[in-house]
């Protein structure tokens, strides 16, 4: 649709897709979006992809569910190719929200009963706000009594948390990703920001024409690799023996920072000690780049005056996954190149408000500001604050709960915006936790693939039409306000999350997300210099934000860090094997991501006109050597398998994918790469190797 005319009014607010944070303004008429334009925000200077400028008519796309909805008796618990998802009364019929609530009140209060908080568990979101999140995890703490909260954060960057928390005490980036203008070297690995973070894309390539040192580090190619002095297009899942030898070249040619690691770093010896082993003549084979070019690429990060690495989920989802963080970490350490302008750490979120959601205690080992739940202390406090019986062991994380439910240690769950039935891995395992549940509650804008699953669905508002607080990439946190009515009887997600609150017992009163926000500020220190007004005022302010007089700070560790001793610690890492390699039946490695018109299980991008007209269907891509091998034309259909179950996809001929490689994107209901995917966990983030399975790829008899 083609609007013409004035606008009837012009809303600020930010991009509900990636971590980067772009502010936007939002033209709306009739309810309508006619256009969304950038606004000179921190992140992103006016600039927007082609998710944030065109991807946004989601929020009015007809398919928005505009009243609660209960299962009819007797109808069975499932999602595959023949539901139709633009029609739930296959499955459910229409109700009050009085009846809906108490319905859904009376599920939680029978789990309770039955099985005890142990029983009930919980996924927020990270597409909500900081609000929504906070209230969220206090539910299900303080109404539920267990820990069983957890979001898709477990599926992206658990390791990478793990790692930093680990080495360094927290989990967040150390700097900005608009460092990189100042920095001398970049290390962009596992991340492939021209489809998933294009504006911070944007600021990579012009710090690369500006004469910094890009080295790109991923078994992909990708077309950021125009652009870098160096690509290492390095064998699937050797993170650690490439980096291993990046480390030993810096230690045995005498390029470490002396004076950084005495003053600020522990347990040096024990790294120096384990990389003597990984030399790169004899990691060149383990990772299949020589041992010059591993010694090159050491030499340039180390003695660059600012270096900075910039990763994502090829680094952190894998079973290994947290080791490669370690590696990241170790690299700035022995260098000191962390905690001055330029240089740094730094994790590039994938979704709007995934840092907002695990700061705010959206996971199950820790409250608000990453302050644990085992500590007896904190435990007392909360207590105290919040004047509810909690408990005091960390609760079960995603894949863990479904594997809970299979176990009938679960019974009942409330899922708030997030599709599991897609993102999880082996989808098949996670749809039959889902469908065994005795209670689902799904609050979400649309008939998600999970929310087929449920006993009780809940229309909940779209980012747009919502007053919130997201943090970005960078800890900015900035305020999102409404440009949309809500359609039909859809609520505010936290009204919702309230309404359940009051019905299991708890005594809540907020009237409006600042109040939220208030509370927030008293438990977080992190934020306690914000108020919402001023985050309203400003748009946009950086934690840590220690008072009102604060601007907020961009860079963290300039003196110490936040660990008891004010010291990292380094962490040696050894060679672990992805869980599960190929083999003579399974020939290939199977690897998952996005797209860059697509965003996570496609919910939102799928419905917008635009983003689903450039990329409409479910596509295997391969490489076209191997594709010729098998007689297969691009267009054509494939089947792929591994041991989790088969798919059928159109093949796309990609040269950036390695002949033996074959890459899905998951946010296609109708060819689920998440059916194949394996669930083997990192022992430490517990996250899913969705980097790397075993798989084999055949031309379909179906075309
Ligand atoms: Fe939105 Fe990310 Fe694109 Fe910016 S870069 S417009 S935040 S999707």
């Not at 040192?213 to 690509?231: F, T």
């Not at 040096?268 to 591993?294: H, N, R, W």
Request: hydrophobic residues 35%.
């Amino acid at each position: 649709q083609v609007y013409k005319g004035k606008p009837d009014k012009i809303i600020n607010s930010s991009c509900p897709f990636c971590g980067v944070g772009c502010l936007t303004e939002i033209h709306v008429k009739d309810n309508k979006i006619m256009q969304v334009k950038g606004r000179n925000g921190p992140a992103n200077q006016n600039r927007l992809c082609v998710k944030g400028r065109f991807g946004m008519d989601y929020a009015t796309h007809e398919g928005r569910l505009t009243k609660p909805l209960i299962r009819k008796e007797g109808v069975e618990k499932r999602w595959d190719d023949e539901v139709d998802p633009n029609n739930p009364f296959t499955h459910f019929r229409e109700a009050t929200w009085e009846e809906a609530l108490e319905k859904t009140a009376e599920g939680f209060k029978k789990a309770l009963a039955e099985k005890g908080p142990k029983g009930l568990s919980g996924f927020g979101s990270a597409k909500g706000s900081n609000e929504e999140a906070y209230l969220f995890q206090k539910l299900v703490r303080a109404g539920f009594g267990t820990n069983n909260v957890d979001h898709c954060t477990r599926l992206c960057h658990a390791s990478s948390v793990a790692a930093l928390i680990e080495g360094i005490s927290s989990g967040a980036v150390s700097a900005p990703f608009r460092a990189a203008e100042e920095s001398d070297c970049i290390i962009m690995i596992g991340c492939r920001p021209n489809w998933n973070h294009p504006v911070a894309a944007s600021y990579f390539k012009q710090a690369a024409k500006r004469g910094a040192k890009l080295i790109i580090m991923d078994p992909r190619g990708q077309n950021m690799a125009r652009h870098a002095w160096k690509h290492l297009q390095f064998k699937p899942g050797a993170d650690v023996p490439m980096l291993n030898a990046m480390i030993h070249t810096i230690i045995e040619e005498g390029l470490t920072d002396e004076q950084f690691i005495q003053a600020r770093v522990d347990d040096y010896e024990e790294l120096k000690a384990k990389v003597k082993e990984f030399s790169p003549e004899k990691m060149a084979d383990a990772c299949g780049i020589d041992a010059q070019t591993l010694r090159e690429v050491a030499r340039a990060y180390a003695k660059a005056d600012k270096s900075i690495i910039f990763w994502g989920m090829g680094v952190s989802q894998h079973v290994h996954g947290t080791d490669n963080a370690r590696c990241l970490i170790a690299l700035s350490l022995i260098t000191g190149q962390v905690g001055r302008t330029g240089t740094g750490l730094h994790p590039l979120r994938g979704q709007n408000n995934v840092q907002g959601a695990s700061d705010v205690g959206l996971i199950p080992m820790f409250y608000p500001d990453y302050k644990s739940v085992e500590n007896p202390e904190i435990h007392a406090k909360y207590e105290e604050f919040w004047g509810a019986k909690l408990d005091n062991k960390r609760g079960l994380t995603v894949v863990e709960i479904m594997n809970a439910i299979i176990a009938d240690e679960i019974q009942a769950m409330y899922i708030m915006g997030e599709n599991p039935a897609m993102s999880d891995p082996d989808v098949h395992h996670a749809r039959s936790a889902l469908a065994k549940l005795d209670h689902l509650v799904v609050q979400d804008i649309f008939m998600t693939e999970t929310a087929f699953h449920a006993d009780v669905v809940l229309p909940a508002s779209a980012f747009q039409e919502k007053w919130g607080t997201f943090s970005n990439t960078d800890r900015k946190v900035q305020m999102v306000r409404p440009a949309l009515d809500m359609p039909g009887d859809a609520r505010q997600d936290w009204w919702i999350i309230q309404e359940i609150a009051k019905r299991i017992g708890l005594d809540w009163s907020y009237s409006h997300p600042k109040d939220v926000f208030g509370e927030m500020t008293q438990v977080m220190d992190s934020i306690k210099g914000m108020t919402w007004e001023r985050v309203d005022r400003e748009d946009s302010i950086t934690y840590p934000c220690t008072s009102p007089e604060d601007p907020g700070q961009p860079y963290v560790f300039i003196d110490d860090f936040p660990t008891p001793t004010g010291r990292a610690r380094l962490v040696p890492t050894d060679l672990v094997p992805p869980a599960e390699t190929p083999d003579a039946e399974y020939p290939m490695v199977l690897t998952t991501g996005r797209l860059l018109e697509h965003w996570h299980t496609g919910s939102m991008t799928r419905r917008s006109a635009v983003l689903d007209s450039i990329e409409p269907e479910a596509v295997a891509h391969l490489h076209p050597k191997y594709l010729a091998e098998l007689g297969i034309q691009p267009g054509e259909f494939v089947d792929v398998h591994t041991r989790r179950g088969s798919i059928h996809v159109k093949a796309r001929a990609d040269r950036d994918v390695s002949e033996g490689m074959v890459f899905i994107p998951f946010c296609f209901a109708e060819g689920p790469a998440n059916m194949l995917t394996n669930p083997q966990l990192d022992p430490f983030g517990k996250i899913p190797e969705f980097k790397y399975c075993a798989a084999k790829v055949e031309k379909s008899p179906k075309q």
